[in-house]
């Protein structure tokens, strides 16, 4: 499975030593992860420590706590698709208002030309 989007969660990070996972692409110990978007939110889970710094995407070497109950992981669905779509609103607006300063400013220079 691919590594989600993960945060530094200061009571589980760092390294893993207890038993010997490895990530199989470069055999290095994992990092201790918590997943930070979508339906996975809040998991923990054991990730490759050089997908960070190579942009490789490794996958979750192992996972520390078990699948959410169904009704939670859609909640935390929805959740993340109303975050996204009040979002994709703010961009929108900011385009829109972009726009319309472009135009302002345009109309601006024009009155100033025909003033002078």
């Given at each position: ?5 993960s945060?530094v ?16 692409m ?36 192992e ?14 669905t ?17 385009q829109?208002h ?9 109309e ?9």
């Amino acid at each position: 499975m691919e590594t989600p989007d993960s945060v530094v969660e200061p009571s589980f990070c760092g390294s893993y030593t207890e038993s010997e996972p490895t990530c199989m692409m470069h055999h290095q110990r994992p990092k201790k992860m918590v997943a930070f978007e979508g339906a996975l939110t809040g998991r923990r889970f054991l990730g490759c420590p050089m997908q960070q710094d190579v942009g490789v995407n490794c996958g979750v070497v192992e996972w520390v706590d078990g699948p959410w109950p169904e009704i939670l992981q859609r909640f935390l669905t929805r959740i993340w698709d109303m975050y996204h779509e009040q979002n994709l609103g703010r961009v929108k607006d900011k385009q829109a208002h972009e726009k319309e300063v472009a135009k302002l400013k345009k109309e601006i220079d024009f009155l100033s030309n025909n003033y002078s």
